[in-house]
């Protein structure tokens, strides 16, 4: 096979993506591979499919949804960022609540602990 073609177990190693993950991105067309033999079905990759992966590769680590990949990875405009950067900034303030309330019980459940257990102690001397 000549170089920058690729068997899709070579691409996935490239990649990172398992085969069962690349036929699948191949089935709801997230990515598809550049060539399909039609007689052996086989699929095969090139170098830009690689550059595609990597891209759906990042936008996969900054949280965007599959489906979104979909509808933006043509279209990546400063405006689909942003949008995405304050999804994950209200998501950030949404956790950081639920730390702060999960906080607040760990201390209240701690002062109880502390509570038994001093009296635990009282009750033993």
């Known amino acids: 096979m000549e170089s920058g073609i690729y068997r899709i ?3 996935s190693k490239k990649t990172g993506f398992s085969v069962k993950t690349l036929r699948y991105y ?17 699929r095969y990759y090139t170098d830009d499919d690689k550059e595609s992966a990597e891209v759906i590769k990042f936008l996969k680590s900054v ?8 509808n933006n990875k043509d279209n990546l405009s400063s405006d689909v960022l942003e ?7 209200d998501k950030m303030e949404k956790l950081q ?10 201390k209240r459940i701690r002062g109880k602990v ?8 009282d009750e033993n001397e």
């Not at 191949?26 to 086989?42: A, H, M, Q, R």
């Not at 949008?83 to 900034?89: G, I, P, V």
């Open 9 to 11: 177990g070579e691409f």
């Open 26 to 42: 191949d089935e709801i067309g997230l990515l598809k591979p550049s060539i399909v033999d039609k007689f052996t079905n086989y």
């Open 63 to 70: 949280d965007f949804s599959l489906e979104e990949i979909i």
């Open 83 to 89: 949008a995405k950067q304050r999804s994950l900034m």
């Open 97 to 106: 609540l639920m730390y702060d309330e999960l906080e607040v019980v760990r």
């Open 114 to 121: 502390l509570k038994l257990e001093t009296r635990k102690r």
